[in-house]
Nanobody, 124 residues
Framework: QLQLVESGGGLVQPGGSLRLSCAAS????????LGWFRQAPGKEREGVAC????????NYADSVKGRFTISRDNGKNSLYLQMNSLKPEDTAVYSC?????????????????WGQGTQVTVSS
């Protein structure tokens, strides 16, 4: 059974950092492209970052470029999101998602499988 489980969320002050993790199981991890998405209250889900199956191609939303870094460890079936210089507008539920193939996409509709999400709150 395919499973994606996020961890690492929490409360952080503006300017702080968090590292999110996504543990995957139940599918051939290194054949899937992966993404991080977020949804704030009253807003649509948006793509934050994606990484292709081999890990050599990444893409980021303009709002997080230069602050967030996506990475994956295919040996550990894990996906990560390092978030630095966090802002209050980064507050949201962050979810990881997987899609078959090597194409890195930021559009949520391109993904088949989703985790439950982890809350990130940036506030002083």
């Amino acid at each position: 059974q395919l499973q994606l489980v996020e961890s690492g969320g929490g409360l952080v002050q503006p300017g702080g950092s968090l590292r999110l993790s996504c543990a995957a199981s139940g599918f051939t991890f290194n054949r899937d492209s992966l993404g991080w998405f977020r949804q704030a209250p009253g807003k649509e889900r948006e793509g934050v970052a994606c990484i292709n199956s081999g890990g050599g191609i990444t893409n980021y939303a303009d709002s997080v470029k230069g602050r967030f870094t996506i990475s994956r460890d295919n040996g550990k079936n894990s996906l990560y999101l390092q978030m630095n210089s966090l802002k209050p507008e980064d507050t949201a539920v962050y979810s990881c998602a997987a899609r078959p193939g090597s194409l890195c996409l930021l559009a949520p509709r391109g993904y088949d499988n989703w985790g439950q999400g982890t809350q990130v709150t940036v506030s002083s």
